[in-house]
């Protein structure tokens, strides 16, 4: 495969992100982007950014990964979060023992997660037989394979019973098309169930041994790959920051420019004429400013522990990008409510981009791996020496 430059996939996301415009009333009516625009992604081949050079894949960093989501959710939040979780959730696939990880690299098709480890196994010959039910599986309809939450005791890992990834294609589970949330509509994150399907231990990821020791079951891989290289959960979480960034740089331009063609009919004037006006996109614009200053930070720490080699970090250190994503999502959030607020009623119609960009920053900035409280009670804790967060 040839080499895919940094240039080259921002370009594909531009492309992706245009394509999805043209969807967005639609999938925010029926909760979901269409299939047509999940083949558009395929043939951009996000889903391969971060999969390791040795199974076809790109083997890219956290910057161009960011810019990509970046791109993308400066159109739509929804289609970001898809495009994000296409390539993200190839990287604990990495993780999977050699045969797993051929298996579903050689499939080529999209890959599911959810991470809730409420699913219940059953120890057979060979794997196990997992049955439950879950929700918020986003994308599924999109996705060939999905990890699905289990307690399990994997053979060969030390530790006991611990928070795993269970793998089955998703011909196997049945979908609940019950998604009908406030935000993040265009994600399709519908529940899922299955019964008694039977996983090989291959397709187990122990997740508690991947986040402690950032290597792959099984061994046999290529330290030279960024995912091997960088601690795992900061890693996989750096696309939460850039939606929140893309999704700001939409909101800044959009108030920007409607705060010049408002006219203020009973104060005689253009709204942009006014000092108070003036004063208060100049602080959204700051404010926008500090937001992707902080994901800019993130990723810069990312580089630094993908140049150095540190997949292994300490808890503060694993816990801080925790508590900077947090904190700039949920200024990203209040960002979007105050840019309603200054545009008044008309930017509330259902519809417009504002009001869909405040309901998924809302629903961003209470996604578990967001939780404002939880990140950074965990970073404070770690600063003390304490365990951080349970799972990130």
């Given amino acids: 495969m040839s080499e895919v430059t940094h240039e080259e996939m921002v370009a594909r996301a531009e492309h992706i992100a245009r394509q999805a415009d043209l969807e967005i009333a639609d999938a925010e009516r029926r909760g979901g982007f269409s299939l047509a625009l999940r083949e558009v992604v395929h043939q ?27 791109v993308v959710a400066k159109h739509n939040a929804s289609a970001a979060w898809l495009v994000y979780f296409t390539a993200l959730h190839e990287q604990w696939v990495a993780f999977l023992h050699p045969k797993g ?44 394979w999905i990890g699905l939450g289990a307690m399990v005791e994997v053979p060969g890992i030390e530790g006991g019973p611990q928070p795993c990834l269970v793998t089955v294609n998703t011909r196997d589970i049945e979908i609940v098309g019950e998604w009908d949330p406030f935000g993040l509509r265009g994600t399709g994150s519908h529940t899922v169930r299955c019964e008694n399907v039977f996983v090989p231990w291959h397709m187990v990821l122990p997740l508690a041994h ?27 979480c750096v696309g939460f920051g850039a939606i929140a960034v893309g999704v700001s740089q939409r909101i800044a331009e959009e108030v920007k420019r409607r705060v010049r063609e408002r006219q203020r009919v009973l104060y005689g004037m253009k709204e942009w004429e006014s000092p108070i006006a003036q004063r208060n996109v100049a602080e959204l614009l700051a404010k926008k400013d500090a937001i992707e200053a902080l994901q800019e930070r993130y990723v810069q720490q990312l580089e630094a522990w993908d140049a150095a080699n ?31 607020e200054l545009l008044g009623g008309a930017a509330t119609t259902r519809g417009d981009p504002l009001e869909i960009a405040a309901r998924d920053l809302f629903m961003l900035r209470i996604h578990v791996g967001q939780l404002y409280d939880d990140n950074m009670l965990a970073y404070g804790r770690a600063e003390y020496g304490l365990p951080g967060h349970p799972l990130l």
């Avoid at 040795?54 to 990964?65: D, L």
């Avoid at 990880?101 to 060979?126: C, H, L, M, N, W």
């Fill in 44 to 70: 951009a081949q996000i889903h391969k950014l971060l999969r390791p050079k040795r199974y076809g894949g790109f083997g890219m960093g956290p910057r161009t990964f960011s810019e990509v989501v970046r």
């Fill in 101 to 144: 990880r051929q298996e579903i690299y050689d499939s080529d098709g999209f890959t599911a997660d959810i991470f809730f480890p409420i699913g219940k196994v059953e120890y057979v010959e060979g794997g196990v037989k997992l049955s439950g039910q879950w929700n918020w599986g986003s994308g599924v309809k999109w996705d060939t």
């Fill in 310 to 340: 540190t997949p292994v970090v300490s808890e503060a250190e694993r816990n801080r990008p925790n508590a900077w994503r947090s904190l700039l999502c949920t200024q990203a959030s209040e960002l979007a409510f105050r840019g309603i």
């Fill in 210 to 236: 991947v986040k402690k020791t950032n290597q792959p079951v099984g061994g046999d891989w290529d330290s030279s790959t960024p995912i091997y290289r960088i601690p795992f959960m900061p890693l996989f």
